[in-house]
């Protein structure tokens, strides 16, 4: 039975690689220059830090275009607040990676909105939808690109 996988990834490698360029351009800008500016990624989380809050919406545009040119969506980074404190300021973006079972909740009410002949179900951190014809798969897919979960979907383990 034809089956795929709906997951929500970011490329970790691609992920670190723009980071890496952001650090770069900003310790070659004129502006950045004395700034003691810093962009360090972990696990989870990404973190600016810079002697403004100017400074870091600078870096932020840097960094959102660094990962456009990489191919990784935007919405995958949750951002927080600015934090000021002893003239430095701090953002922390949160990576979003897997789908929560609320989304995943959404998605298999959409998938059975549509009165196709297919099932969704939930497993962790992705969403596996089985159905007997492949033209149903594609009309679920093409829904799911057209709708707007707040996280960028990919399409995975499509099986025949």
Do not use: W
Not at 16 to 43: G, M, P, Y
Not at 65 to 90: F, P
């Amino acid at each position: 039975m034809p089956s795929f996988d709906v997951v929500s990834e970011i490329n970790l490698h691609e992920l670190a690689n723009a980071v890496d360029q952001t650090q770069r351009e900003i310790a070659t800008r004129f502006d950045f220059k004395d700034a003691d500016a810093q962009v360090e990624q972990s696990k989870e989380n990404i973190t600016l830090d810079a002697q403004s809050e100017f400074q870091i919406n600078q870096m932020l545009d840097i960094l959102y275009k660094k990962l456009a040119k990489r191919g990784i969506d935007v919405t995958s980074l949750e951002e927080g607040q600015i934090d000021v404190q002893n003239r430095r300021a701090r953002l922390i973006l949160k990576i979003k990676q897997g789908i929560e079972t609320e989304t995943g909740k959404k998605i298999v009410k959409l998938v059975k909105e549509t009165k196709l002949k297919v099932q969704a179900t939930i497993q962790g951190e992705q969403v596996r939808i089985t159905g007997k014809k492949l033209d149903d798969l594609q009309q679920v897919i093409a829904m799911l690109r057209g709708q707007n979960l707040g996280l960028p979907l990919q399409f995975s383990n499509f099986r025949d």
